[in-house]
């Protein structure tokens, strides 16, 4: 499933990547996904609202004209249409079905307004779908200089997606749709790609970490505060028990991923009344503010030492004002580490993404760091491999935070060597992350692998986290046996001799003259001394 729909992701980019770079065509063929699937899953709900069967209404052919023909009939309309708002939380009109437009496409009949009317519909009357089609500007002069030449575009691409099962898709379409347009294309894409996507597995391990001990709460709430895409806190779901009662709350700096993110929530059937999402600037002013604030899961993969304003009104801001110091204005890692701790609930877990340099560099950045660790908040710090996130290659490091602990040890997992070796990315197995999870749970020592530090052995090392000082990986090359190899040496220079002594034999029982034999005598002689 993945294949065909990369398959049809890169024929339809094609279509507009000489037209426009990466950052913004991903734009499109996202926000034309995300319509398609509200349109087929439409298409289900009626099915299955006129009590017929999907296996009879089998194709969107049959499907839309069993649609056509209720909303055709007047008695049935109303009732029908309201039943659908009330269980989608939308309606589309026949005429305006991604798959209807996509058949117009194919007869080279469909019109952009058609299109255009269509996302507004839906964005005027649903509150939930307000500004989400904005980035597919379907008047820009990108797609074609004049409307006839942008109406042969977005045709093409129509005709492409039209093909994706979106909802017979294994997992997150939109997520691994994403995730295939910026790996494929991530030198155009630009360097800032990776910090509105984490990579699946590496999404998956937080998940993981953060839900262990709160598996059973009928009621959980998850926070990202650099949401991105979404997907870090839609994995959270998948090892709850309960995964249809999680409350989301995120916040997003950029517009176009805010809106990503709102699509992909959408997408897995979040309802509107659970997620409270946000765009805005995370550091420059603290949100939520009203309750709930704090949540049991906090997950976060920041842009990684960002710029930030850093200025004085910071220190008396109840997320930074404990901590003595702010953060640099060059390298903000500390800052958003604060905010998301400061909003992590007493029983909570939180995890984030960070590069390395938060785990030993000096004067401010050192300040904050040793008051975390004297107050117990760092649970544990995981060295990650390098070139895991799209449009960096250095490596990262996972850091778990918690609240109200009786001790301060921290648990360190130097799994940077565990990874599957990728053309572009390199990438995590289901066993590398199970192995690091393992780790994390049974908190002992690991040989070359993990150690759980004292918090004296932290004091020791001047409260530096750098993972080498804890976990020593060095491997010892075997010692070398002297004796063994002077035999070894011995043997080959006997066999040598006794070579070079059957090869002189052998050319002297040939027939040849004086000359040419004191010539091979000579050369022997060479070889001898070469010994």
């Known amino acids: 499933m993945g294949a065909e729909l990369n398959h049809q992701l890169f024929s339809a980019a094609d279509n507009l990547r000489s037209k426009m770079d990466a950052s913004e065509y991903k734009n499109y063929l996202l926000g034309l996904i995300f319509y398609k699937y509200l349109s087929d899953k439409l298409l289900v709900q009626v099915v299955e609202l006129a009590d017929e069967s999907l296996e009879e209404y089998n194709t969107q052919e049959k499907q839309t004209k069993l649609y056509e023909e209720l909303v055709s009939d007047p008695d049935v309309k109303g009732d029908l249409l309201a039943t659908v708002v009330d269980t989608l939380g939308y309606e589309i009109e026949p005429k305006y079905l991604f798959h209807v437009l996509a058949t117009r496409a194919k007869q080279n009949i469909f019109q952009l307004n058609e299109l255009n009317t269509a996302f507004i519909h839906l964005s005027t009357n649903y509150e939930q779908f307000n500004g989400l089609f904005d980035d597919v500007d379907l008047q820009s002069k990108k797609l074609g200089s004049d409307d006839q030449q942008r109406n042969v575009t977005v045709t093409e691409v129509l005709k492409k997606l039209d093909a994706i099962d979106v909802l017979g898709h294994e997992g997150d379409v939109i997520g691994d749709a994403y995730e295939y347009l910026i790996s494929e294309f991530a030198s155009e894409a630009g360097k800032k790609a990776g910090e509105f996507y984490t990579p699946h597995m590496v999404s998956d391990m937080m998940a993981q970490i953060v839900a262990i001990n709160q598996e059973d709460k009928k009621l959980f709430s998850v926070f990202d505060p650099t949401m991105g895409s979404g997907s870090?806190?839609?994995?959270?779901?998948?090892?709850?028990?309960?995964?249809?009662?999680?409350?989301?709350?995120?916040?997003?700096?950029?517009?176009?991923?805010?809106?990503?993110?709102?699509?992909?929530?959408?997408?897995?059937?979040?309802?509107?009344?659970?997620?409270?999402?946000?765009?805005?600037?995370?550091?420059?002013?603290?949100?939520?503010?009203?309750?709930?604030?704090?949540?049991?899961?906090?997950?976060?993969?920041?842009?990684?030492?960002?710029?930030?304003?850093?200025?004085?009104?910071?220190?008396?801001?109840?997320?930074?004002?404990?901590?003595?110091?702010?953060?640099?204005?060059?390298?903000?890692?500390?800052?958003?580490?604060?905010?998301?701790?400061?909003?992590?609930?007493?029983?909570?877990?939180?995890?984030?993404?960070?590069?390395?340099?938060?785990?030993?560099?000096?004067?401010?950045?050192?300040?904050?760091?040793?008051?975390?660790?004297?107050?117990?908040?760092?649970?544990?710090?995981?060295?990650?491999?390098?070139?895991?996130?799209?449009?960096?290659?250095?490596?990262?490091?996972?850091?778990?935070?918690?609240?109200?602990?009786?001790?301060?040890?921290?648990?360190?997992?130097?799994?940077?060597?565990?990874?599957?070796?990728?053309?572009?990315?390199?990438?995590?197995?289901?066993?590398?992350?199970?192995?690091?999870?393992?780790?994390?749970?049974?908190?002992?020592?690991?040989?070359?692998?993990?150690?759980?530090a004292s918090f004296e052995q932290i004091k020791e090392n001047d409260y530096n986290l750098n993972i080498p000082r804890y976990v020593d990986t060095f491997e010892e090359e075997a010692p070398i046996d002297m004796v063994a190899i002077g035999k070894e040496m011995k043997t080959i220079q006997t066999e040598k001799k006794a070579l070079e002594k059957e090869l002189y034999e052998t050319i002297a029982s040939l027939q040849t003259s004086q000359e040419n034999e004191a010539w091979l005598k000579g050369a022997l002689e060479v070889f001898d001394y070469g010994e």
């Open 232 to 452: 870090l806190m839609l994995n959270v779901r998948n090892y709850l028990n309960y995964p249809d009662s999680v409350k989301y709350h995120g916040q997003e700096l950029n517009t176009t991923t805010y809106n990503l993110a709102k699509m992909n929530l959408i997408l897995h059937g979040v309802e509107a009344e659970d997620m409270n999402l946000r765009n805005g600037d995370t550091l420059n002013k603290d949100w939520p503010t009203n309750e709930p604030y704090t949540f049991d899961s906090v997950v976060m993969n920041p842009p990684y030492s960002a710029k930030w304003s850093a200025d004085n009104t910071f220190l008396d801001d109840s997320r930074f004002n404990r901590y003595g110091k702010l953060a640099p204005k060059s390298k903000a890692d500390f800052a958003f580490l604060l905010h998301g701790y400061y909003h992590l609930k007493e029983t909570g877990t939180m995890a984030i993404v960070l590069p390395h340099g938060v785990l030993f560099r000096g004067a401010a950045e050192g300040v904050i760091r040793q008051k975390l660790l004297e107050d117990g908040s760092i649970y544990a710090v995981i060295g990650m491999p390098a070139n895991l996130f799209f449009g960096t290659s250095i490596p990262t490091t996972v850091i778990i935070l918690k609240k109200n602990r009786t001790n301060r040890d921290v648990l360190f997992i130097d799994a940077s060597k565990g990874f599957i070796k990728g053309k572009n990315q390199n990438k995590l197995s289901k066993e590398n992350i199970d192995q690091i999870v393992a780790t994390y749970k049974e908190r002992k020592d690991v040989e070359k692998y993990a150690h759980l």
